[in-house]
């Protein structure tokens, strides 16, 4: 399964949860939580297709596994710290 920036559940239960002081004040919640198109249902075929596909690719799992075993696999370790920060700081 593809994950990408537009995750319309998500997304709801933010605004939903958002505290009561932003709740009613639509500009407010817009810019904590830009609202889109990605927020309109999913068809039903793709989302059957969706609930067809497993979770992991145990395939591109073992890939992975067997290159990072062969040493053809290697992290570029201050990327990925930098990624996981700027996640965590909301995309700063």
């Not at 075929?45 to 497993?54: H, N, R, V």
């Not at 145990?58 to 990327?79: C, H, N, P, T, Y």
Request: glycine share 6%; no cysteine.
């Amino acid at each position: 399964m593809k994950i990408t920036g537009s995750q319309p559940l998500v997304t709801r239960q933010m605004t939903e949860s958002l505290p009561a002081k932003v709740a009613g004040n639509e500009e407010s919640i817009a810019a904590i939580v830009p609202l889109s198109a990605a927020n309109e249902p999913v068809p039903e075929g793709a989302l059957a297709a969706l609930k067809a596909m497993p979770d992991v690719d145990l395939a591109r799992v073992e890939e992975m596994k067997a290159a990072i075993a062969q040493g053809e696999f290697s992290i570029d370790l201050d990327a990925l710290s930098q990624a996981m920060r700027q996640f965590h700081q909301g995309g700063k």
